[in-house]
């Protein structure tokens, strides 16, 4: 089945440093999402990409969608300490049917940001 | 908008024991929720498909009699863990689908249920 690799696994940064995570994939997507995950939490989404070669933000993050379709990446500029948890990439192949929404995630980002 | 609850938000049971396990959309109508399970620090894992009003699709390597899944509404979807051991403890995450009729179509998450057997 399809995967992905999510890099780099854990940022230790000062904060108002600027971060850049990104994934890839072995198969085609056609969408890309960023979600932020706090402790004991769901996800939550941040940024939503449809268009190979999207590139959208939401204040502070900013995201692409990879022209081959098969990466993504997201930065996070002048961090700040509510910006810690851990960022998930996911993936959609929409085949229609019973697969039609899922999504296939990346492994994580933690993210710890020092005053 | 968009807001998906969870209840409890934390169980813990004694093994052999069953849980059910609750998910909302509180103010949208899903006709497709998911279910996934969570280790710490790890990715989260799709354990099944659940739609409104006919049998759940789980993933391969799930156990469909050990985790049953239940979408009798457009608002509720539950899932019990039957006959719960300790490997089953884990934090269990649902998530909503939510179809926009002039946008994207897009999983809301749940706030999860953190499940510890005895």
């Known amino acids: 089945g399809q995967q992905l690799n999510q890099s780099p696994q854990s940022m230790f940064i000062q904060e108002g440093e600027d971060v850049s995570m990104n994934c890839t994939s072995s198969?085609?997507?056609?969408?890309w999402l960023w979600y932020k995950q706090d402790p004991g939490e769901g996800p939550v989404l941040l940024i939503a990409?449809?268009?190979?070669?999207e590139l959208t933000s939401n204040g502070r993050l900013t995201a692409q969608f990879g022209i081959t379709r098969k990466d993504s990446f997201l930065n996070i500029s002048a961090s700040i300490p509510s910006d810690v948890g851990i960022y998930f990439c996911a993936g959609r192949y929409n085949a229609g049917g019973t697969s039609y929404g899922k999504l296939t995630f990346g492994q994580g980002t933690i993210l710890t940001v020092h005053p | 908008g968009a807001v998906v609850s969870q209840h409890p938000s934390r169980v813990i049971c004694k093994s052999g024991t069953s849980v059910k396990i609750e998910c909302r959309s509180l103010?949208?109508?899903?006709?497709?929720m998911f279910w996934y399970r969570q280790f710490p620090k790890k990715s989260l894992m799709l354990m099944a498909t659940s739609n409104e009003g006919s049998k759940a699709t789980y993933e391969q390597g799930v156990e469909k009699d050990k985790f049953l899944i239940n979408h009798a509404s457009l608002t509720l979807s539950t899932l019990t863990v039957t006959s719960a051991h300790p490997e089953d403890s884990s934090f269990y995450i649902c998530?909503?689908?939510?179809?926009?009729?002039?946008?994207?179509?897009?999983?809301?998450f749940g706030p999860g249920t953190r499940l510890t057997v005895l």
């Open positions: 990409l449809y268009k190979a070669g």
């Open positions: 198969s085609i997507f056609n969408t």
């Open positions: 998530s909503a689908l939510i179809l926009a009729e002039h946008s994207y179509n897009e999983q809301f």
């Open positions: 103010d949208f109508q899903a006709t497709t």
